[in-house]
């Protein structure tokens, strides 16, 4: 091959990234802008450096997957995992599967067959409130485990399906707030680096 034919390569590869990156409508669509950052805290007393971490224990190795977020009632902790369980882990160490929002799948790669509950908290009448990346939020009776569905993931907000809801708060007044941190699915984060910066 010759060099000529080498150099035309190079130019056509740098027209069409060009065109890419500089055609409008096409990703990536970000707005920087500036901002001053406060200088951090100075790491003294309480804050000083320490080894405390160190002596931390890990609990329940091989037991679960992928526990996201945890919510805590009566002694016991809750947290959903990888394959869509939410589970309950009593004060004898017993993991107890007290819901699931999505069918049951072969593994890890069909998340958005199984469901992925991410954040938790409970609201002010001791009932778990759920949101799962691929299904909605729910309301569980950790009693019960009777399940409602509040918010479907189909619903459509500022005129786009909710794709990715993540982690939830609720208000003093019962007023759930919630993120839905992408636009793209989970399973196609990759796409992320090419999107707009919302993380509605």
């Known amino acids: 091959m010759g060099i000529s034919v080498v150099f035309r390569i190079a130019i056509d590869i740098l027209v069409v990234t060009a065109i890419i990156l500089f055609l409008p409508g096409i990703p990536p669509r ?96 001791g009932k778990l409130v759920v949101s799962d990346a691929y299904y909605g939020i729910y309301r569980v009776d950790v009693d019960t485990e009777v399940v409602e569905e509040l918010v479907s993931s189909k619903d459509v907000v500022d005129g786009r399906p909710m794709m990715t809801l993540n982690d939830l708060d609720i208000a003093k007044d019962g007023t759930i707030y919630f993120s839905d941190s992408s636009h793209v699915s989970l399973q196609n984060s990759m796409i992320e680096f090419l999107g707009e910066p919302t993380g509605r």
């Open 30 to 125: 970000v707005k920087f802008e500036p901002y001053d950052i406060t200088p951090p805290l100075s790491l003294e007393g309480p804050l000083s450096q320490n080894a405390k971490l160190d002596l931390a224990e890990f609990l329940y190795e091989g037991k679960f997957t992928g526990p996201e977020s945890i919510a805590t009632r009566k002694g016991e902790i809750y947290t959903g995992l990888i394959g869509g369980d939410i589970v309950r882990i009593k004060r004898n160490g017993e993991i107890q599967v007290i819901a699931r929002f999505g069918k049951r799948c072969e593994g890890k790669w069909q998340e958005s067959i199984c469901g992925r509950p991410l954040g938790m908290r409970f609201d002010s009448n």
